[in-house]
């Protein structure tokens, strides 16, 4: 007989030798994905590749090594995976990378996500650098919501932020997406002191006149990227509101945001404006999420290592989901409390950006 969803909740934490969450040693009708402090998590974000056309300065160094390949799960590795999240409760799965859309076949997993029972929406993060190529596909497969990082429209600062990438692609990447009837695409910035900071209102208006969300993201210092300069070029959403407001005043936005985006609008325009801010407030009394590397790593924190592999609960239980969910369940119960982000009494993260999946 397989093991259903109560067994788990029984055996998840002998197998694992924990304790189960007070929440649902007492409610049998408590969601399985909780924490010890009480959090619900059903938002998974899915690295599917750590792999990338581009080079951005705050996310990867110059010369990167990536991972061997038998290193990485498969694509029915990954769908598998999905399918445990999705049955543990997980309503909204994030595919994201390094760069999605350069991992091979990716759309076939895309479209396999997007079929899940449960599953309320699949979104993506790109770089928008190949959308142009697939946007209709991506929305056939399901795909609603799309964020394209986005850090500036001079196409000569973009080289340089990017080091690779070719702004004119991507512009079409965005305009493609629109056509193809995705229903929200958002502008993702991360603004630096000296390198984008003079780019604020032009990135804001190029939202506002495309009818695309923006949200502009405080740099997190995660990976060795070579940039020793990284502190200081920070920049708070703070200052970043406080400059947007001289010109447009911002107003509350009832967009409802389980995650750490907090959203604004502007008088006349539906574009939603968001500002995600790790370092200079901490959102993680709210945190509904975890994270999946492309080897298989559950991170159940951004600012922190505690983690699984459930790349080796996959490889020593080949197709057993039970015991995969079972692996899920118990890992709950590390999920920390908060991220430490630029705190020097704490370790610093030492994973790039690319391999965690933003
Ligand atoms: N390649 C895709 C892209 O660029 O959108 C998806 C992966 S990328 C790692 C996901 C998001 O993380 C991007 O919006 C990027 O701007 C953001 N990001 C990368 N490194 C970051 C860092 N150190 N701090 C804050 N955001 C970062
Ligand atoms: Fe690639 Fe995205 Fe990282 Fe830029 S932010 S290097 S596009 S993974």
């Given at each position: 007989m397989t093991c259903g969803i109560n067994r788990i909740r029984c055996c998840a934490h002998s197998l694992f030798d924990t304790t189960m969450p007070e929440s649902q040693a007492t409610d049998p009708q408590a969601p399985l994905l909780t924490d010890r402090f009480g959090r619900v998590i059903n938002y998974l974000r899915l690295s599917v590749t750590d792999r990338c056309d581009f080079r951005c300065v705050y996310c990867m160094a110059e010369e990167m090594t990536f991972l061997p390949r038998q290193q990485l799960l498969t694509l029915e590795e990954l769908a598998f995976l999905c399918r445990a999240f999705v049955e543990l409760g997980v309503s909204r799965i994030r595919l994201t990378g390094g760069e999605p859309l350069v991992r091979r076949n990716v759309l076939s997993l895309i479209r396999s996500i997007g079929e899940l029972p449960g599953l309320d929406e699949l979104?993506?993060?790109?770089?928008?650098?190949?959308?142009?190529?697939?946007?209709?596909?991506?929305?056939?497969?399901?795909?609603?919501?799309?964020?394209?990082?986005?850090?500036?429209?001079?196409?000569?600062?973009f080289a340089e932020i990017t080091r690779t990438g070719e702004l004119h692609r991507v512009l079409k990447g965005i305009s493609a997406a629109q056509r193809a009837g995705i229903e929200r695409v958002k502008i993702n910035s991360v603004i630096m002191r000296g390198r984008n900071d003079d780019e604020i209102l032009p990135l804001l208006e190029f939202a506002l006149e495309r009818q695309l969300d923006i949200s502009f993201i405080e740099e997190m210092p995660l990976g060795d990227t070579g940039r020793d300069e990284r502190r200081e070029?920070?920049?708070?959403?703070?200052?970043?509101?406080?400059?947007?407001?001289?010109?447009?005043?911002?107003?509350?936005?009832?967009?409802?945001?389980?995650?750490?985006?907090?959203?604004?609008?502007?008088?006349?325009?539906?574009?939603?404006?968001?500002?995600?801010?790790?370092?200079?407030?901490?959102?993680?009394d709210s945190c509904n999420r975890v994270r999946v590397t492309c080897e298989g790593r559950l991170l159940l924190c951004l600012g922190n290592e505690h983690s699984v592999d459930l790349r080796a609960v996959l490889r020593s239980h080949p197709g057993d989901l039970d015991a995969l969910k079972q692996a899920i369940v118990a890992a709950m119960d590390i999920k920390p409390e908060r991220h430490h982000f630029y705190d020097p009494e704490q370790p610093q993260v030492v994973r790039f950006m690319n391999t965690t999946g933003g």
């Open positions: 979104l993506l993060t790109s770089n928008g650098s190949q959308l142009a190529d697939v946007a209709d596909e991506l929305a056939d497969a399901g795909v609603r919501r799309i964020n394209i990082s986005l850090d500036s429209i001079n196409p000569a600062r070029e920070l920049v708070s959403s703070e200052e970043i509101r406080q400059h947007i407001g001289e010109y447009y005043p911002l107003l509350a936005s009832d967009a409802a945001s389980p995650g750490p985006s907090r959203y604004h609008r502007i008088e006349g325009s539906d574009s939603r404006i968001g500002f995600i801010s790790p370092n200079s407030h901490n959102f993680c």
